[in-house]
T-cell receptor, first 115, second 112 residues
Framework: DTGVSQDPRHKITKRGQNVTFRCDPI?????LYWYRQTLGQGPEFLTY????????KSRLLSDRFSAERPKGSFSTLEIQRTEQGDSAMYLC?????????????FGQGTRLTVV | GESVGLHLPTLSVQEGDNSIINCAYS??????FIWYKQESGKGPQFIID?????DKRQGQRVTVLLNKTVKHLSLQIAATQPGDSAVYFC???????????FGGGTRLMVKP
């Protein structure tokens, strides 16, 4: 296992289109997080899963955003009717319930550009 | 709302010198404070954390200091190397929650 994997690494889309990102966490990690990061800023929390259950959602996660983790393994983040303000790096992280939950491991992110 | 922030946006140091990166926080309920390193094109990488009932914790070449009286957190890097060049974020986590709240980042530049 090489860590948290995100796909695609880069996505350019036209405003109004829908996009979907995938995250594959470290295999034994049952906790999965999505964050959004804009240039020069720290990551902002979007949502959190424990196994397949989505337990927390930020108010940043508008109704155009939806995240799923159907089998408690990989997760998808979908953005519908994209807007230019959605342009950002979308980061996924995972951690194990059995270890310090501050030591989340991040993927390399998906950079979204909405034109 | 409550937030975590940083004093200096850019820090430039000579290779071999020690670096100190500072962070101010305002959430008294934070249970953990964490430092992450982010290199260009990569996700944040965990460096070290400290629990709120501690005031100092040491790792390999790094030391984190926590001053709860003035709500201040610092990361000290000993013998800074070119590979330490990156953006450093402090983050906090409350015991009751699962999300991390990040500050805005400090860019560390190491001059050879």
């Amino acid at each position: 296992d090489t860590g948290v994997s995100q796909d695609p690494r880069h996505k350019i889309t036209k405003r109004g289109q829908n996009v979907t990102f995938r995250c594959d966490p470290i295999s034994e990690h049952n906790r999965l997080y999505w964050y959004r990061q804009t240039l020069g800023q720290g990551p902002e929390f979007l949502t959190y899963f424990q196994n397949e259950a989505q337990l927390e959602k930020s108010r940043l996660l508008s109704d155009r955003f939806s995240a799923e983790r159907p089998k408690g393994s990989f997760s998808t983040l979908e953005i519908q009717r994209t807007e230019q303000g959605d342009s950002a790096m979308y980061l996924c992280a995972s951690s194990s319930q059995g270890t310090s939950h501050t030591e989340a491991f991040f993927g390399q992110g998906t950079r979204l550009t909405v034109v | 709302g409550e937030s975590v922030g940083l004093h200096l946006p850019t820090l430039s140091v000579q290779e071999g010198d020690n670096s100190i990166i500072n962070c101010a926080y305002s959430n008294s309920a934070s249970d953990y404070f964490i430092w992450y390193k982010q290199e260009s094109g990569k996700g944040p990488q965990f460096i070290i954390d400290i629990r709120s009932n501690m005031d100092k914790r040491q790792g390999q070449r790094v030391t984190v200091l926590l001053n709860k009286t003035v709500k201040h957190l610092s990361l000290q890097i000993a013998a800074t190397q070119p590979g330490d060049s990156a953006v450093y974020f402090c983050a906090e986590k409350s015991y009751a929650g699962n999300m991390l709240t990040f500050g805005g980042g400090t860019r560390l530049m190491v001059k050879p």
